[in-house]
């Protein structure tokens, strides 16, 4: 089996070509389920909104001699607290309780209780409140970062790439990458906290960064498109997604390696609810980047430039070239009795010949007869 390095350098000089553009529709239909999975998921389930967002009071065990959760539950019990509580441990020797909003006396008795359950001096009983006015500001401002970062993106790469369609494409794969790492959070009853949401954004970024790489590429090499004849616009966006597709792979093994050990470490060994809370956010999310920037965002740029007249009808030319030049090759193939046709050039301008760049060398092959 041909290494990675290999690999890479028969990918970027065309010896070897997946297809990502032609089959655009097949990925566009996995892309749509896992984002309708996904927000029917946020429906019918809803996310495990962290205490921050809902309001409530906290209390947490420091030092515990044994960590049974049932203890935390009777004690909560007892004082007639509403709802059920969340109990989870933190570390080896400490406990955290979440309960609805409670009085100033109930909060004393819970601290008593816990206190008296687990062993420990009352003072190693810290509780804490959070407001549900606190938790509506939270989450009105995660929103306005949100909605003011994709605005940014989109004016910002509409003037560096000089187009919109890229710009579209970009925010049309970041949006993806959210809704989806979302759905996740809903299926799996992950807790959401600010520092979830602090994951959601920067794997945003990272998505970004991972699709302008792209995107450089297939500006780089459809420069010129429309002034030759060799390849339509579609083939010199597959050839630099294939082009850059180790990259990508290289780029997302380094980065899920160090958010892999993040999250083993914060929720395995310390049980720190920070670090798992993020940890899990960036290690989704970076999957989901890595997918969408190869393919969602470049093919559908294409289609998106598909739409345009220069583009359109530049496309039509060179297949309507291809398709004269092999039947012209065909015909004198015929009057020397042998055929050897070049591979089919379908699919909406994405053609694939073997052992050159896509679109460079669309001649076919013609063989002398026996004289």
Same mark, same amino acid.
């Given at each position: ?72 539950? #009777? ?12 109990? *989870? ?35 190693? +009983?810290? &509780?804490?409140? +959070? ?10 401002? &995660? +929103? ?77 090499? =459809? ?14 966006? =597959? ?37 798992? #809370? ?24 294409? *289609? ?23 039947? &012209? ?32 060398? &669309? ?9």
């Amino acid at each position: 089996m041909a290494s990675l390095a290999t690999l890479g350098n028969e990918l970027y000089t065309g010896k070897r070509s997946i297809n990502f553009v032609g089959r655009r529709r097949t990925w566009f239909a996995v892309a749509g389920a896992l984002m309708v999975a996904s927000l029917l998921l946020l429906g019918l389930k809803g996310i495990n909104a962290g205490i921050e967002f809902r309001g409530g009071s906290q209390f947490t065990v420091s030092g515990a001699a044994n960590l049974d959760q049932q203890r935390a539950y #009777d004690v909560i019990n007892q004082v007639g607290a509403g709802e059920a509580p969340r109990v *989870s441990a933190v570390g080896s020797n400490s406990l955290r309780v979440q309960t609805s909003e409670l009085t100033d006396e109930q909060t004393t008795q819970v601290r008593e209780g816990l206190a008296r359950e687990y062993d420990v001096p009352v003072n190693e +009983v810290a &509780a804490t409140f +959070v407001g549900p006015t606190w938790g509506s500001s939270v989450t009105a401002k &995660a +929103v306005q970062g949100l909605v003011i970062f994709l605005v940014l993106v989109s004016i910002v790469m509409a003037a560096y790439f000089r187009t919109w369609t890229m710009s579209l494409a970009a925010i049309g794969a970041l949006i993806h990458d959210l809704v989806v790492t979302v759905g996740i959070y809903a299926l799996v009853g992950f807790e959401v906290t600010p520092a979830s949401v602090i994951g959601f954004l920067t794997i945003l970024g990272y998505s970004l960064y991972d699709t302008v790489v792209v995107f450089d590429k297939v500006r780089e090499n =459809n420069a010129h498109v429309l002034n030759q004849k060799r390849r339509t616009y579609a083939e010199g966006a =597959n050839l630099a997604i294939n082009q850059t597709l180790v990259r990508s792979i290289n780029t997302s093994v380094t980065g899920l390696l160090p958010v892999a050990s993040i999250l083993f470490v914060g929720a395995f060994l310390l049980g720190a609810g920070t670090l798992r #809370d993020i940890g899990l956010a960036l290690f989704v999310g970076m999957l989901l980047s890595t997918w969408s920037s190869v393919f969602i965002a470049a093919p559908l740029e294409v *289609s998106l430039r598909l739409r345009q007249a220069p583009i359109a009808k530049h496309t039509r030319q060179v297949l309507a070239a291809r398709a004269k030049a092999r039947a &012209a090759a065909g015909e004198g193939e015929e009057q020397d009795g042998e055929t050897d046709l070049a591979p089919s050039t379908e699919d909406l301008g994405v053609g694939v010949v073997a052992g050159h760049h896509l679109g460079q060398n &669309a001649q076919p092959k013609r063989k002398k007869g026996r004289r």
